[in-house]
């Protein structure tokens, strides 16, 4: 939560993980933190992710001019 600012109703909204089951948060090309480097928009809905945060993953993945 704290590294992607989302609020606590955004963080409450996501899915826990299954059993083995794994995230990858990596560093994008932008230097900050992202879900997106790894996983695919639908892999994210899946997870609770909004639109909009899933716009804010890839730009964070790989910055304002890849969308």
């Known amino acids: 939560m704290k590294w992607f ?6 963080f409450e909204g996501l899915t ?22 790894h996983h695919q928009d639908e892999e994210l809905r899946d997870w609770g992710l909004s639109e ?9 993945a790989y910055g304002p001019g890849f969308l």
């Open 16 to 37: 826990n993980p299954a059993n083995c089951e794994y995230r990858v948060i990596e560093v994008g090309r932008n230097g900050e933190y992202s879900l997106a480097v």
């Open 5 to 10: 600012n989302w609020t606590v109703d955004q």
């Open 52 to 60: 909009e945060m899933i716009e804010e993953q890839k730009l964070r």
